[in-house]
């Protein structure tokens, strides 16, 4: 992904720096955090596609003419709220999204950043992963006066093509004031109808329910699985 961008040198005085950015604004209220069936939480980071910080002395193209190119490919941070921040890469949901330019002129810490949309990006169904979650099994043992939940689940490569996915492993707990957290990343190269177990256990208080979900990251999520304690 790039941009051809028009830069006068006005733009950018001496001993300054000019910031420039086409993203996603986080107050468009489209974009989620990386798991996506809780948007509630928030979001806290634009979805910033091309940016480039350039001086004065850059800025010496003939025709004010200069190629911006790609910052990140389809993704951004975010920060989950609870119990710390801690920030993830993720993909962009299917969804029609404003697409902004931004720049800000450095020192503009006590300014808002230049904004204007500059028009639309069309995240569509074919961006999205082949991975399927099925077969999923929980259950519980008492451990003394705890008990070790256990988690499986197969995942399988349902497209036509040879696919590599991080897949996170969600854990929820209810009743410790945390929401979600990933304990494991299971980076997997599946070839089509290739499957794979995810397996994992944990050892939690009574009354303290785990919840279980899968979320790889092009977007492809298993459902959740409760196990109460």
Same mark, same amino acid.
């Given at each position: 992904m790039e941009a051809v961008l028009y830069i006068p040198p006005t733009a950018c005085p001496e001993g300054s720096s000019l910031l420039i950015e086409i993203a996603i604004p986080k107050e468009c209220g489209l974009l989620p955090l %990386?798991?996506? $069936? !809780?948007?509630?939480?928030?979001?806290y980071y634009d979805a910033v596609f091309l940016g480039v910080t350039v001086t004065r002395a850059d800025l010496n193209s003939p025709n004010n003419l200069y190629v911006v190119t790609a910052k990140k490919d389809l993704a951004t941070k975010r920060y989950r709220s609870s119990p710390s921040p801690q920030s993830y890469d993720d993909w962009i949901p299917v =969804? /029609?999204?404003? #697409? %902004?330019?931004r720049s800000l002129l450095? *020192?503009? %810490?006590? @300014? *808002?950043?230049?904004?204007?949309?500059?028009?639309?990006?069309?995240?569509?169904?074919?961006? #999205?992963?082949?991975?399927?979650?099925? !077969? $999923? =099994?929980t259950w519980k043992v008492p451990e003394g006066e705890r008990v070790r939940v256990y988690f499986?689940?197969?995942?399988?490569?349902?497209?036509?093509?040879?696919? /590599?996915?991080? +897949?996170? #492993?969600?854990?929820?707990?209810?009743?410790?004031? +945390?929401?979600?957290?990933? =304990? =494991? +990343?299971? *980076?997997?190269? #599946?070839? *089509?109808?290739?499957? %794979? @177990?995810i397996e994992r256990n944990i050892l939690t208080m009574v009354g303290k329910g785990r919840t279980f979900q899968c979320v790889d990251d092009q977007g492809s999520m298993s459902s959740k699985y409760t196990v109460s304690t």
């Open positions: %990386y798991y996506p $069936a !809780n948007p509630d939480l928030g979001v =969804n /029609t999204y404003p #697409l %902004y330019l450095d *020192p503009g %810490y006590l @300014k *808002p950043p230049f904004e204007e949309q500059i028009g639309s990006i069309i995240i569509s169904p074919d961006v #999205l992963s082949g991975f399927t979650y099925s !077969n $999923a =099994n499986e689940i197969m995942v399988t490569n349902s497209g036509s093509v040879t696919e /590599t996915h991080d +897949v996170r #492993l969600y854990i929820g707990s209810q009743g410790d004031g +945390v929401d979600w957290y990933t =304990n =494991n +990343v299971y *980076p997997m190269t #599946l070839l *089509p109808g290739q499957s %794979y @177990k």
